[in-house]
């Protein structure tokens, strides 16, 4: 079945420092790529995707790439702040014809 | 609150209950989802809607799982003969359709004793 995983689980770094998450996926028809973040106790939130068509998107201080050839994609964190710590998720899906399949998670602690 | 909304947040049932659990989406959305998250997991998919109809369900979910999404607005989840590993967070998803924004509920926090 579909399969994401995720690396690394846990990450450190310090505040101003980058932070860098690898997903990879096993279904070659997904085409549609979320990044969610979830602090503790509350519901994951959206804060970037992406889509097939497009091998890189930015939002300020974060980033995502894709290579669909090898299926897999990435989170970019630039000038990293104690509030990105959080959990961070990766999901993938086909879109308009299936669910979302979620990464394990990556536990991001930054160090002021 | 126009977000999405779950109820109750919190449930402890005795082994061997049933329980259901409760989801309104954003009102325009079509999709919902529900998805079971365990503490250090992400969360596991265990069954979506379009509107009213249920377009999958996870082969990990057994049998005493039943959703429904009678008018294709809210949405229920039934745990019948709760089991100690049903303990988990069991959080509720909308989205417009399947390339939009997933908006998730606050969760319902499952403890089984």
């Known amino acids: 079945g579909e399969n994401v995983e995720q690396h690394p689980s846990t990450l450190s770094v310090q505040e101003g420092d980058s932070a860098v998450i690898k997903c990879t996926y096993s279904d070659s028809a997904s085409n549609y790529f979320p990044w969610y973040k979830q602090e503790l106790g509350k519901r994951p939130q959206l804060i970037i995707d992406?889509?097939?068509?497009?091998g890189e998107k930015k939002d300020q201080r974060i980033a995502v790439t894709l290579n669909k050839t090898a299926k897999h994609f990435s989170l970019h964190i630039t000038e990293t702040q104690p509030e990105d710590s959080a959990v961070y998720f990766c999901a993938a899906s086909r879109g308009n014809t299936d669910k979302l399949i979620f990464g394990t998670g990556t536990r991001l602690q930054v160090f002021p | 609150d126009t977000g999405v909304s779950q109820d109750p947040r919190h449930k402890i049932t005795k082994r061997g209950q049933n329980v259901t659990f409760r989801c309104d989406p954003i009102s325009e959305h079509n999709r919902l989802y529900w998805y079971r998250q365990t503490l250090g997991q992400g969360p596991e998919f265990l069954t979506y809607f379009q509107n009213e109809a249920q377009l999958e369900k996870s082969r990990l979910l057994s049998d005493r799982f039943s959703a429904e999404r009678p008018k294709g607005s809210f949405s229920t989840l039934e745990i019948q003969r709760t089991e100690q590993g049903d303990s988990a967070m069991y959080l509720c998803?909308?989205?417009?359709?399947?390339?939009?924004?997933?908006?998730f509920g606050q969760g319902t926090r499952l403890t089984v004793v």
């Open positions: 998803a909308s989205s417009l359709n399947g390339y939009t924004e997933a908006f």
């Open positions: 992406i889509r097939s068509n497009v």
